[in-house]
Structure formats: C-alpha cells, structure tokens
C-alpha cells in the first residue's frame, strides 16, 4: 500500500447526527415525517436520491432537487462548526510523519469540499481533494477514476477509509483495499455485510493502517 484515500463526510467529518438534522428541517418544511439517527443509518446510500426513495418519498410532489437545495444550503452553513471526529486531524498528522502519502475522495459537491477540509486543518495533509462538480451526490465511480489518474497511482496501490456499503463498493470498483469506520452514515449491520474490516475507534484504525 502505498496511499490512503478518505472519505469524507462520516468517516473524518462527524457529521451523521447533523445530517440527520438537516434532513428533518427540510422534512419539516415540506410536510414530510421525520426520521431518526438509527432510519438514516439503515437507509443511507448513494446515489443520496435512492435514500429519499428509501423513505419512501415521492419525487413527484417533493422533487429531488428542491430537497438537495434546501439540505444543501443549512448543511453547508454548519458543516465546519460539526467538526471532524474526535482525533481525526491527529491520525492525519501521525500517518503523515510516518510517511504515508494521503489524499480525500468524496460525493461532496468539490468547492465546498474545498472549503470545509481548509477550515478543519486537513488540506496540508493531503495530495487531492476530489468532489463532484455538481450538487447533485451522485455516485463517486468517475471520481475515483480520475482522482487516482491526477495521483498516478492505481487501485493497488490504495487503501480507501469509508463509512458505508457504497464506500465498499467504491473501493471493489477501484481494485483497492478498504476499511470501514462504524461511526458513521450506516449502521454496523450493513457495514459488516460487506465481508470488510469494520474499526469502532481511530485508535484501532490507525493500529491496522499501521500493521499492512
């Protein structure tokens, strides 16, 4: 291995309380029911319209779009102030002094990708941050592949650090290897569908990028 690739948004953003958050607001505004922590995490996915379609929310009278501007629009202007996991600027510097090379891959619509890993400390750490050009959180497939060609490096050559089954998929796709997070957006039961190693701390974390 010779790179790590993080996701963002569950694994160093702790940000699944807030996300959930934000979704009852706009659920609030539109007249739609709204969830728990523990809905969210059962239902999570990506491309984020299959979760609205996993609520069973109908497009046709709450249009994806207006759901994605008015989630956008309050996330964004508290995403910073949720801060990252407890540690997790700190894994970044250690693995960083000890000489691995890292880099961020996300759904995040990249400009405000951009802008939360500078205010958080993160950006001097990393060889990329990769988003989506647009807001719409689509899945990260094109992403990785041009991510990993600005890199130079091949899936191989990757270790990739998630918080859902997606992530999982993500890193098969790519042909790298992968870990999962626990304190993210899914819950532990489908993290451990995936066959994958599922870490509950960043201290275990660190101790198994550490021992490959």
């Known amino acids: 291995m010779k790179h790590i690739i993080w996701d963002f948004n569950g694994t160093l953003l702790a ?9 009852n607001s706009v659920f609030d505004q539109l007249g739609i029911a709204r969830i728990t922590l523990d809905d969210y995490r059962k239902n999570m996915t990506m491309p984020v319209c299959d979760f609205y379609k996993a609520l069973g929310i109908d497009f046709s009278v709450h249009p994806y ?17 949720v801060g990252l996991a407890e540690g997790a600027l700190d894994i970044v510097r250690r693995l960083d002094q000890k000489g691995f ?4 891959l996300s759904a995040s619509y990249e400009p405000s990708l951009l802008h939360q890993c500078s205010a958080l ?19 990260k497939t094109e992403i990785a592949r041009r991510h990993l060609q600005a890199l130079g490096l091949s899936g191989a050559d990757t270790l990739f650090v998630g918080d859902m089954q997606a992530d999982a998929e993500l890193a098969r796709a790519m042909g790298a290897d992968c870990i999962l997070v626990s304190w993210g ?12 190693p599922v870490v509950h701390t960043l201290g275990e974390l660190e101790a198994l990028l550490c021992s490959r």
């Open 101 to 104: 090379t890292q880099s961020i």
């Open 15 to 23: 940000d699944a309380q807030f996300s959930v958050d934000v979704d």
């Open 185 to 196: 957006h899914n819950d532990l039961k489908r993290l451990l569908e995936t066959g994958l």
């Open 65 to 81: 779009a207006l759901i994605s501007k008015l989630w956008l629009a309050e996330f964004n202007a508290g995403a910073v102030a």
């Open 121 to 139: 400390g993160l950006t001097p750490y990393m060889r990329a941050i990769s988003g989506h050009q647009d807001e719409q959180a689509a899945a």
